[in-house]
């Protein structure tokens, strides 16, 4: 688990953002010198030259979250992972090193296997018998008089990064990637206190959305929203006037809110196990982090939520909702999860309601772009940060956002915005 680069406690850390969440509450207008934020081009999400730039320089080279350990526990237990295409195919080896290759015999291409999900003790083609042992080597073929000096090593499963928070399991298709805890900077460090490493899966579910994939992520960057479409819901326990916000390199970003009393409590999580030792952060807050480029996860001491956002199209997505829970002990998953899951069912039905409507919108003449406020900078952000991915001299100009940002991108936990202290 990495640490930040700048020596800082956990109860500073809370108490500068606690700080930073009551200059939220008192301020009268943004921090002097933050910037008029420009209009966001509409054609980010309908132009397809666009979007294919920005599927093959953003998504096929991010770190993607794929699965839990707990979906492959044991040596031979496999799971599929093709959410962009690409069928990638990820293995718990019989040295229990997870990995993940592509589902593609080096022979002529075809699939090593065709369940989604399954347990084996090597991987065989299933069209000409080739076999691979876990580890992705070449240990066998039919009639290997009839290939000229065929060298086994030569021939092993190609491989795709693969690597673990806990027991979150992220791949990533580009090869020179930087390593996931480093690209993730003070997360993983935030995550200590929720004990990723002992957390386990629930539950998951997709939803389809008819429209970009960031004319809904776009509405988890942000609680400007809460009084009109969650009015009966979460408004009613967050305060989105303290909302803190820390932005950090390579799009990642924190949206801290607080509840509206710091005796509330979750009704629908009285009686579940909770990860001990857990600061004011999570156990009376609402703190919400930003996976560049896909994960929103607004995590509590009594449970996670991992909110996947999936283009499935230019105009067509999904969103996944994976939840997870502090370590019961070996004792069975509390019988209280359905009732909780299906109450954020309704949260999330109210966030998908305009998600159709808006993407009509910002296809027509009517609509020239996304205007924003400083409640809503972590949306510009995650823009400017898809741009450095794509290359800024290949966004065509009409659609590339000015670069502003960077003097209020942290690289210390808490931020560089007022209320902050950074001693």
Not at 34 to 59: N, S, V
Not at 146 to 156: A, I, K, R
Not at 392 to 415: D, I, K, M, Y
Request: glycine share 8%; hydrophobic share 35%.
């Amino acid at each position: 688990m990495s640490t930040p680069p700048t020596p800082v406690s956990r109860e500073q850390v809370v108490e500068q953002l606690l700080a930073s969440m009551q200059y939220e509450f008192a301020r009268t207008g943004p921090p002097e010198g933050f910037p008029t934020l420009p209009l966001i081009p509409a054609g980010r999400y309908t132009d397809p030259a666009f979007l294919k730039l920005e599927a093959e320089g953003m998504w096929k080279r991010a770190w993607l979250y794929a699965c839990h350990l707990d979906e492959i526990p044991q040596p031979g237990h496999f799971l599929q992972f093709t959410r962009l295409g690409s069928p990638l195919l990820i293995v718990h080896g019989k040295d229990g090193v997870i990995r993940a290759f592509y589902n593609t015999c080096r022979h002529r291409g075809a699939p090593l296997v065709k369940d989604l999900q399954g347990q084996v003790d090597g991987l065989v083609c299933q069209y000409h018998g080739w076999t691979y042992t876990l580890d992705g080597r070449l240990v066998n073929l039919r009639d290997k008089r009839d290939f000229n000096e065929m060298d086994l090593n030569c021939h092993g499963l190609a491989t795709v990064r693969c690597e673990r928070l806990g027991n979150f399991i992220f791949v990533n298709e580009a090869a020179d990637a930087m390593p996931l805890l480093e690209s993730l900077g003070h997360i993983p460090w935030y995550f200590e206190e929720v004990k990723p490493e002992q957390t386990r899966f629930v539950h998951k579910k997709s939803y389809r959305v008819k429209c970009n994939v960031k004319v809904l992520l776009d509405a988890f960057l942000e609680v400007y929203h809460l009084k009109s479409i969650h009015q009966q819901t979460v408004d009613r326990f967050l305060d989105h006037r303290g909302t803190t916000i820390t932005l950090w390199p390579r799009g990642c970003s924190l949206m801290l809110t607080p509840n509206r009393r710091p005796d509330w409590e979750d009704p629908g999580t009285k009686g579940m196990p909770r990860v001990p030792g857990a600061t004011a952060l999570t156990a009376k807050n609402n703190p919400s982090f930003m996976f560049y480029p896909n994960l929103v996860t607004p995590i509590a001491d009594s449970g996670i939520p991992f909110l996947l956002f999936w283009p499935c199209g230019d105009r067509e997505m999904e969103i996944e909702v994976v939840w997870f829970s502090p370590d019961t002990g070996g004792e069975p998953l509390s019988p209280l999860w359905k009732a909780r899951i299906d109450n954020f069912e309704r949260i999330l039905y109210e966030d998908t309601q305009f998600a159709e409507y808006i993407q009509q919108s910002v296809e027509s003449a009517g609509f020239r772009g996304l205007t924003l406020n400083y409640q809503e900078r972590r949306i510009y952000h995650w823009h400017e940060e898809l741009d450095r991915r794509i290359g800024l001299e290949r966004v065509p100009e009409h659609l590339r956002v000015t670069q502003l940002l960077a003097p209020f991108v942290s690289t210390n936990p808490v931020g560089t915005l007022p209320g902050a202290d950074q001693g």
